[in-house]
Nanobody, 122 residues
Framework: QLQFVESGGGLVQRGGSLTLSCVPSGFTLDGFAIGWFRQAPGKEHEGVSCISSKGSTYYADSVKGRFTISRDNAKNTVYLRMNSLKPEDTAVYFC????????????????WGQGTQVTVPS
């Protein structure tokens, strides 16, 4: 089954940092824009960040200046470095790919993984 495997989540104190990894299973990142999304309990799925196939990056206002997305095509991995974490960052984080552009609607994204839980206690 073609999907992403996310890892790196955990429990971290307010102000702490985590780095999430996103690795595709059964395919490569080449040519895809990769997005990170999150879903908190009782809330809508939210786009967090995206990196285009050429390396352009995009961030939600809520994480701008705190999160950094990067990709290493040689390692076939996308990362999300999260600094200055807040309780409102608590969510399951997912990555997905689109063959279109980062600004594509969510239905254009595919290969969703199971996600990785990030918890920042208040």
């Amino acid at each position: 089954q073609l999907q992403f495997v996310e890892s790196g989540g955990g429990l971290v104190q307010r102000g702490g940092s985590l780095t999430l990894s996103c690795v595709p299973s059964g395919f490569t990142l080449d040519g895809f824009a990769i997005g990170w999304f999150r879903q908190a309990p009782g809330k809508e799925h939210e786009g967090v960040s995206c990196i285009s196939s050429k390396g352009s990056t995009y961030y939600a206002d809520s994480v701008k200046g705190r999160f950094t997305i990067s990709r290493d095509n040689a390692k076939n991995t996308v990362y999300l470095r999260m600094n200055s974490l807040k309780p409102e960052d608590t969510a399951v984080y997912f990555c997905a790919a689109t063959a279109v552009v980062c600004q594509a609607p969510k239905y254009e994204y595919d290969y969703w993984g199971q996600g990785t839980q990030v918890t920042v206690p208040s």
